[in-house]
């Protein structure tokens, strides 16, 4: 990989001009002053920018996931745990909106890196950024279509009343088929990928409209009052209360991440110094606010008896949150798609179940189409610089279809298509993979932030949006500390210290 004293460059030291109207003439020049020419179609306006972040991180399925970190801690750490956490994120958001506005680029994070390191440190902390990031995404993918495979066919075991279970097999080719399916649409709809974006964030919101509405109808006759939901703690847990508070953030960790597509997308955004911080800080700001709505709602619902919950049949808690009598019973392998049934089924009944199941797995599926979009333009670029196996195979653009690397978009699909065969060895195999993208993302966000902070402030020069020369480097110091906080977090058993 022929990395420069200052900036990365194309492996073979030049890129071919495709003609005019790609991008403005403003666009043009930033690109250009960070070593590129325009290669892929500007279609991504401001708001666009911040829907295919938003879309990635999938606010409601993602918070059904993952409340068991949560609930341990009682409702005032669910909800504080959410507060407090976001707030945190939300602070890393900002020392990446510092540099996305300055340095606009869909290899930002491992450009950043490079940037701003040392000599001696810039190229080990370069390729440590970018594959970080690339198997960070491609493990968000398969995680995403590993939980559209399991939604789509609940909907079928609701459909059946239970009386059907899908194999390891069946869920594997549901997975693969929706991997496919997303390759075939990014690689066909690059004109109109940009106008999906704003279609998934306004079917985000109608999910979660619906949800906050049926669920306290579904409990009117049992909800929690409010010192319940703000002041009432519990240790449902063997670490002390303290350190189960502090898991209780794992919820937001999982849930409000992938903001980093903001600047993957870069290179195809309009107006890219103010697009990239603005979806950045819209996508984790409108995940900070709307997510804690949501878990107090799902506070205030939840039975009393957390424990209880935790010991669900169903396996995870949220299918015990607006319990009531019913015969039902899903047969699902995975648990976490036995939480949304369960929860819709004793809300709504079985018909509006599968009307929300139906919504709740398209919005899935639309996460998926925006995490491939985004992992390939990263993959695309770390490949541009030469840094990947078979660069020049997957550094091209295809014109016919739009200014987009389609050989980017089929090697990611193909990678998470290999990866995905661990859900045939059993969910527990699939989910320690998927759970390497947390750390995976910590060290791709944080790095660069880290190199800008010791080595590079004097190198830095603002974009149109900048936290000032004040609070920047408090800010990024903030994050640094929370970014090691969260990877050391995700390494601790939630349950307690138990070898066995």
């Known amino acids: 990989m022929p990395l420069q004293s200052e900036t990365l460059s194309p492996v073979d030291g030049s890129v071919p001009a495709y003609g005019p109207g790609l991008a403005s003439t403003d666009d043009e020049a930033v690109l250009a002053a960070l070593g590129y020419k325009q290669e892929l179609r500007r279609n991504f306006s401001m ?33 504080w745990g959410w507060f407090l956490a976001s707030g945190l994120i939300f602070v890393v958001g900002l020392a ?28 080990p902390l370069c390729f440590l ?91 009117r006759n049992r909800r929690n009052d409010g010192h319940f939901i703000f002041a009432q703690t519990e240790n ?105 049934c369960k929860i819709y089924y004793d809300a709504v009944g079985k018909n509006a179940t599968l009307g929300l199941m139906s919504l709740l797995f398209i919005v899935q599926c639309l996460m998926g189409l925006s995490i491939l979009v985004a992992v390939s333009r990263q993959t695309w670029a770390f490949s541009r610089d030469g840094a990947l196996p078979f660069s020049s195979f997957f550094r091209p653009i295809s014109r016919r279809f739009g200014y987009i690397p389609v050989r980017a978009v089929w090697g990611c699909v193909f990678l998470a298509a290999v990866l995905g065969l661990l859900s045939l060895i059993a969910p527990a195999a699939a989910q320690a993979l998927f759970s390497l993208a947390v750390a995976g993302d910590n060290v791709a966000w944080g790095i660069p932030i880290f190199a800008r902070a010791v080595w590079g402030q004097q190198k830095f020069k603002p974009g149109p949006f900048y936290t000032g020369a004040r609070f920047s480097i408090p800010i990024a110091w903030t994050a640094i500390v929370f970014l090691l906080f969260g990877t050391l977090l995700c390494m601790f058993p939630v349950g307690g210290p138990n070898p066995t």
């Open 96 to 123: 990446m909106a510092d540099l996305g506005s300055a340095m606009p680029t869909s290899g930002g994070l491992y450009w950043w890196t490079h940037f701003f390191s040392s000599p001696a440190t810039r190229n």
């Open 236 to 340: 449902l847990t063997s670490w002390p209360v303290g350190w189960t508070f502090m898991l209780s953030w794992l919820c937001p960790i999982w849930t409000v991440g992938s903001f980093d597509s903001c600047v993957h997308m870069s290179e195809e955004a309009t107006n890219a110094t103010s697009a990239v911080p603005f979806g950045i800080l819209l996508s984790i700001g409108s995940c900070w606010f709307f997510g804690f709505v949501l878990v107090v709602v799902i506070a205030a619902c939840i039975n009393p008896d957390l424990e209880s919950v935790l010991k669900s049949p169903f396996g995870q808690p949220m299918a015990q949150v607006s319990y009531a009598p019913t015969s039902f019973t899903v047969k699902c392998k995975n648990s976490r798609e036995l939480i949304r």
């Open 129 to 219: 950024v970018g594959y970080s990031n690339t198997l960070g995404l491609v493990g968000g993918l398969c995680s995403i279509d590993y939980g559209f495979s399991l939604m789509f066919l609940s909907v079928i075991v609701i459909a059946r009343d239970g009386n059907w279970t899908p194999t390891n097999g069946a869920i594997y080719g549901t997975f693969l088929a929706c991997v496919f399916c997303h390759g075939v649409l990014a690689s066909v709809m690059s004109k109109i990928m940009g106008k999906l974006q704003t279609v998934s964030v306004v079917m985000n919101f109608v999910l979660i409209t619906a949800t906050v509405i049926a669920l306290p109808i579904g409990a």
């Open 47 to 79: 708001i666009e920018v911040f829907g295919i972040a938003f879309s990635i991180m999938g606010l409601l399925p993602s918070i059904a996931s993952t409340l068991t970190y949560s609930i341990p801690a009682g409702p005032a750490g669910m909800v």
